[in-house]
């Protein structure tokens, strides 16, 4: 599904990503790990499209075709989620109304009509229960004034409502209580199918109990350095991310 | 960007050279220029009252003597007030046979903006059957109205049938010789609205509904005048979401509004005049002057959507004589391109647990210009008054501006004044976000001005807000960068 050869990525002349190979197929679960600073969250921004990011050299596809020539939102309709570490507020837009916007923008480019109220209200409370979401909740504004639990919550939701077909959730467990990682990670788990992909960016081993990857990669430098099975992770956690640098050098 | 700015550009460029400034050449246009003769023979055209005609001459003899103010936070050429023509006849609007006739990229707007087909005829001046539609309906409304003993007419039209309240009202809460601009108002005003509702009667329908329907078009120099008496409530839209081919430059216009005790107006305003081209070429100066009166636990609210014209001046303000009466001001202001606005609100506080909220939200965008200009004012009697303002500012691009001049002048220690104001800008990682769900930019930059806006669209009349969310949009399409 996702086939990332010889990226190469910069950011403001900075080179972050030094080659990244990666390949994602339908039904799997891949986790990469990594020091701060390694590339983790440039890499997911880049898969999304994040213009701020320069892409010097390789390519990204999804489901065969090149995304190189394409904007952010038409990846997103393509169907790649991101879940942001840090989700930004918009004042004044309910949760609701933001997500309905979302689902009809995407179904507009597919050449469909909005989705019946009716339905947008079902689905709506069906996602909602999922992840123990109150209504009061959902007539919130966007991510304002919402504790960190509450903006990771939110973005699972509008995962469960776009069903994306590659899902990458950057640091989706930051700033999360044990109690709100279980509920998130019980979600993604519900969600997952044989149709989709999950790419789990994550600095600690502990999302990794919930939601189990097949595949672990280590960034390290911009490069994945090492590739594993889930004990990857708990060799890592053991180890420290200095067993890595001991590793590459 | 192919929609109305564009075609509105064409379309007055064509005007302008075809009949330059003054309207129709038509034998009755009256000669350029502005002298007593002038006063008197649109005073004799409109088959005035003598007391009107002295009015108006009272009115000119102090404008004479006054000078244009430029204390405003806005720039642009004077215009020349002796070579504007003062009174022309009806307009002559191209009559079409149907739909099919309008110019598309016109009725693609309408569209946008969620305009019945039959109002959209009305507007683009498709002829006959269907203004026979909407004469009855308009029928059926001025029957409802009648029975309530509420008068709704043009101000000539109550000049004349009801000269006893005109007289005793008009110009009480804008005084001739107020400012510059109400002055040239008084002494030359073309027509405008006039609405008496009587004791204890709550008037029954929007009288948006009614006026889009009857709407003659604004005159250049409008008045309106609305009495609520005692007990009674009136909700009043005026203007347009659909974008005014007018080709007058000045539009100096004088609204004043009396709340009797225990009455209440609520007035909306969507306005969206000619803004110029992108350039900043041409566009409508807009230097109105809006004041209403609340007497003994009265209350007038004002909701305004400015989005159009190239200078906008205007300040829809309460004086708030009678005790615990209540001034509410809530407004959205919209520069693009190479727009200015001046604007806001005066709270005059003289009456004892007075009480006024501002909300005032401008988003500025390309290299326009939004100012805030308020007032909040507690004389010495006006014990407990309180007031809350909020004005937030948001910005798109860093080549627009935004300011907020607000001034409070509490002659009483028992005034409580709130003020908070906010900027912020619409931030490329909040459009990424959106891109990231898959709303492209303009429909992101939509959103959040929406979000922005959300606390006055809620205000306007419902059908009417969901026309001017759509006209946020269409005002601020192309300027994203």
């Keep these: ?249 | 960007m192919a929609y109305t700015e564009e075609e509105l550009k064409k379309e007055l460029e064509t005007k302008e050279y075809e009949y330059g400034f003054y309207t129709d050449i038509d034998s009755d246009t009256f000669p350029i220029g502005l002298n007593e003769n002038i006063i008197r023979a649109i005073s004799k055209r409109k088959e005035e009252p003598e007391w009107m005609t002295e009015w108006r001459l009272n009115a000119y003899r102090s404008w004479v003597e006054m000078t244009e103010p430029e204390w405003h936070n806005v720039q642009y050429t004077k215009p020349d007030f002796q070579a504007i023509s003062y009174y022309s006849a009806p307009k002559k609007k191209d009559k079409y046979e149907s739909l099919d006739e309008v110019d598309p990229e016109l009725l693609d707007t309408f569209k946008k903006l969620g305009i019945s087909i039959d109002e959209q005829k009305k507007l683009a001046g498709v002829a006959v059957d269907i203004v026979v539609d909407s004469v009855s309906v308009a029928t059926t409304f001025r029957d409802t109205l009648a029975e309530k003993g509420i008068i709704f007419c043009s101000i000539s039209e109550a000049i004349k049938e009801h000269p006893e309240l005109v007289k005793k009202y008009i110009g009480t809460v804008v005084p001739v010789k107020d400012n510059f601009y109400a002055a040239l108002n008084s002494a030359v005003f073309s027509d405008g609205s006039f609405c008496y509702i009587p004791k204890g009667v709550r008037c029954p329908m929007e009288l948006s509904t009614y006026f889009r329907i009857n709407q003659a078009g604004t005159g250049q120099f409008e008045r309106t005048l609305v009495v609520a008496d005692e007990s009674s409530y009136v909700s009043y839209l005026e203007g347009c979401t659909a974008p005014s081919r007018d080709e007058n430059q000045l539009h100096a216009a004088v609204v004043e509004l009396v709340a009797m005790d225990d009455a209440e107006i609520k007035y909306s305003t969507v306005q969206n005049w000619y803004p110029g081209d992108k350039e900043g070429k041409g566009g409508v100066f807009n230097f109105v002057t809006k004041r209403g009166i609340c007497h003994n636990r009265a209350k007038i609210s004002w909701t305004q959507v400015e989005t159009g014209s190239a200078v906008t001046w205007k300040y829809p303000s309460c004086i708030l004589k009678g005790d615990n009466s209540i001034g509410e001001f809530y407004s959205i202001a919209v520069t693009n391109n190479f727009q200015q606005a001046d604007t806001g609100t005066k709270m005059v506080h003289l009456g004892k647990n007075t009480k006024s909220t501002i909300i005032s939200k401008g988003i500025s965008a390309g290299h326009s210009q939004n100012s805030y200009r308020g007032l909040v004012q507690v004389q010495p009697r006006a014990v407990n008054a309180r007031n809350f303002s909020q004005c937030d500012s948001l910005l798109m691009g860093d080549l627009c501006g935004a300011h907020t001049f607000p001034y409070i002048e509490a002659k009483n220690n028992s005034a409580q004044i709130e003020h908070e104001a906010t900027t912020s800008k619409i931030g490329e990682d909040q459009i990424f976000y959106c891109n990231q769900r898959g709303i492209d930019a303009e429909k992101a930059i939509a959103l959040i001005v929406n979000g922005f806006s959300k606390e006055v669209l809620n205000k306007l009349p419902m059908e009417f807000a969901v026309e001017a969310q759509k006209l946020l949009e269409i005002s601020l399409e192309g300027s994203v960068g």
Excluded: C
Excluded at chain 1, 10 to 15: A, D, F, L, Q, Y
Excluded at chain 1, 105 to 129: C, V, W, Y
Excluded at chain 1, 201 to 208: S, V
């Design chain 1, 1 to 249: 599904m996702l086939l990332i050869d010889d990226l190469h990525a910069s950011v403001e002349g900075k080179e972050i990503l030094k080659g990244i190979n990666l390949q994602v197929k339908a039904g799997e679960v891949h986790a990469i790990m990594g020091p701060n600073g390694s590339g983790k969250s440039t890499l997911s921004s880049v898969i999304a499209g994040n213009e701020d990011y320069e892409v010097e050299k390789g390519t990204i596809s999804l489901s065969g075709e090149n995304l190189e020539d394409i904007d952010a939102e038409e990846r997103a309709h393509k169907g790649i989620f991101l879940s942001f570490q840090y989700p930004v507020e918009i004042p004044g837009v309910t949760v609701t109304n933001f997500i309905k916007t979302a689902i009809n923008a995407s179904r507009k480019a597919q050449g469909l009509e909005d989705m019946p109220a009716k339905d947008m209200l079902k689905n709506i409370r069906e996602k909602a229960a999922l992840l123990e979401i109150d209504s009061k909740f959902l007539s919130r504004s966007l991510n304002e004034g919402f504790s960190g639990g509450e903006k990771k919550r939110n973005e699972i939701f509008q995962m469960a409502m776009l069903e994306p077909k590659l899902a990458i959730l950057d640091e989706t467990d930051s700033g999360l209580d044990i109690d709100a990682l279980k509920i998130v990670a019980n979600g993604v788990n519900k969600l997952k199918s044989k149709k989709n992909a999950v790419v789990v960016i994550t600095h600690y081993q502990r999302l990794l109990d919930y939601i189990i990857p097949d595949f672990v990669h280590v960034l390290h430098d911009g490069k994945i350095v090492k590739s594993g099975t889930k004990e990857l992770a708990h060799e890592l956690e053991a180890k420290g991310y200095d067993w890595i640098k001991q590793l590459v050098d």
